[in-house]
């Protein structure tokens, strides 16, 4: 049973950080690719970050780079998204994704199998 459990969001003030933690159980990351996801109110869910945790390639949607970085211990079973320079549109419930497959579209929700509940993240004065 693959369970994957978020964690770090809260209540931070534009251009402050956040770390979310996204810790997996049931499997080794050694094999998978594990994405960072959000949905902010009204809108659909789009992807944010990836990270093979295989060879450590990653990737990150336009809107992010520079500011997020993703990465993860596989000893510990756990990927990380380190979030600096955070605006009010990031603000959104962040959920993480597991698949064991090979990615073609890691910005697109059907290449992953695997859910986790998801964070808040509120970015407001």
């Known amino acids: 049973q693959v369970q994957l459990v978020e964690s770090g969001g809260g209540l931070v003030q534009p251009g402050g950080s956040l770390r979310l933690s996204c810790a997996a159980s049931?499997?080794?990351?050694?094999?998978?690719?594990i994405g960072w996801f959000r949905q902010a109110p009204g809108k659909e869910r789009e992807g944010v970050s990836c990270?093979?945790?295989?060879?450590?390639?990653?990737y990150y949607t336009d809107s992010v780079k520079g500011r997020f970085t993703i990465s993860r211990d596989n000893a510990k079973n756990t990927v990380y998204l380190q979030m600096n320079s955070l605006k009010p549109e990031d603000t959104a419930v962040y959920y993480c994704?597991?698949?064991?497959?090979?990615?073609?579209?890691?910005?697109?929700?059907?290449?992953?199998?695997?859910w986790g509940q998801g964070t808040q993240v509120t970015v407001s004065s």
């Open positions: 994704a597991l698949t064991e497959r090979l990615v073609r579209h890691p910005e697109s929700i059907d290449e992953f199998d695997y």
């Open positions: 049931g499997l080794t990351l050694d094999y998978s690719v």
């Open positions: 990270i093979s945790a295989g060879d450590g390639s990653t």
